[in-house]
């Protein structure tokens, strides 16, 4: 919390060091290289006897079946789910035996964060179970758990926010001073986040650069939340919300240097403090325009001085496109049905886990170093429509599956890989993305989009 004595506040040099060992420590011992975590999201939706979408269902319902109840009742039944820490609408989560757990974002959509598994195939298959034991619960309540990046079902105005702790409260207040966008963002999208490991010196810093070069083609590949405009409104949503903790940091882009520490603490320090932590749950929104440097030169008027621990918080604030955090969190990702998910894991994690590729992708990448933020922008609007992303898209194909080939036996399965082969036949070489066939089938019948989002393997 915030100091009103100036002799204890952080000062600048401490903030500078704390932000880049944070996002990338010094390593203490060999560093792994290969590991992979995954974030699925998803919305849990209500279906009437035909299997028509009603209502998202809510986070707990008081003389009903909500999400809590539900997912209560698979952890009293089933061993993989642990019970529940914390009591909702405040800070809980489900752990999970395997090590992952299950939290909520604020429109109850779930989130399963999976444990570091030494391979995407074992991450992919660790995702497929727990889904798997997901949906029996909430099928036989009736209520499908869709993947894809936008509810095209519902508005945001049926969606209320759920999470009440004071977080989630305080960041909302600061979005509202934004502008529509953030509601959209907390209560109406989901992601597929894909975790690699920053790996050993010399390796970690070619990798922060490709995932940054590689984060607008995700979006360009993979859109899955048609929209007004758009193939990912979920990215249009992100791209609106507040530059200064989004997108790509700016020494990044501005510059050809090859210093990620310095791109992160700058980009960092010159965030917008969304938030105040002013007691142990309690949360002031920030001010639009008021940094986290001015935060340390000035002072606040009302709060004081920031301290370490007002630092520590701010860094989990920022949501660039690439977040480091010890690892390399690839948000660019969208929530995609499931025979879809293997594609998106192993076009990234080839990518960045293989040298030659991870070369190969930064040599051809290169020269849109400058324009990260407008390839986004092309990327959400069109996708791989767009013929300059789609030649990109075909290439960076080639070398993604290359360099899958040469990863160890077994890091991507068979299965994995059929999967992959499959989207790039039918979408990438095609000049498709998921959006496609998720709009056509939302103007065919709601229903069979429902039906898509929330199909099994």
Sequence with gaps: MPTKDRRLALSEDV?????????????SGPARELGVGLEPELFPIVVGASGEPKERLALTRPNGVGVVQII???AFAEGEILPRVGRPPHAFFYPLANGGRLTFEPGAQVEHSTAVHPSAAAALADVDNVIALLRRGFDAARVRLAAVGLDAWHSVSEVPQQLRAGRYTAQAAYYRQRGHWGAVMMRHTASLQVNLDL????????????????????????????????????ARAWQQLDPT??????????????DPRAEWVEAA????????????????PGCPGFRFIDWIDNGH??????????????LTTLFFEVRARGFLELRAGEAVPAALRPAQVVFASSILYDD?????????LADQRSDLNGMWRRAAC?????????????RLWEIALAGARRLPTGWISKENMAATRAFVDDYTARDRVPADQFSELLAEDPARALTWAASEL
């Design 72 to 74: 209560d009742g698979l």
């Design 245 to 258: 903790r989004s997108g790509f940091p700016p020494l990044l882009t501005g510059g050809a240097g090859n």
């Design 15 to 27: 903030a500078r060091q704390h932000a880049g060992e944070a996002a990338f420590p010094q390593p």
């Design 199 to 234: 790996g050993p010196e010399g390796v970690w810093q070619e990798r922060w650069l490709a995932a940054n070069f590689l984060s607008p083609m995700l979006t360009a590949v993979f859109a899955c939340s048609p929209g007004e405009g758009a193939v990912s409104s979920r």
């Design 356 to 364: 030659r590729a991870r070369e190969e992708a930064i040599a051809l």
């Design 269 to 284: 320090l010159m965030a917008d403090v969304m938030l105040i932590r002013v007691g142990d749950e309690h949360f002031a």
């Design 301 to 314: 008027p009302r709060h004081g001085w920031p301290t370490l621990e007002d630092l520590r918080y701010h």
């Design 382 to 394: 069109d996708g791989v429509h767009d013929d300059e992303l789609k030649t990109l898209a075909c």
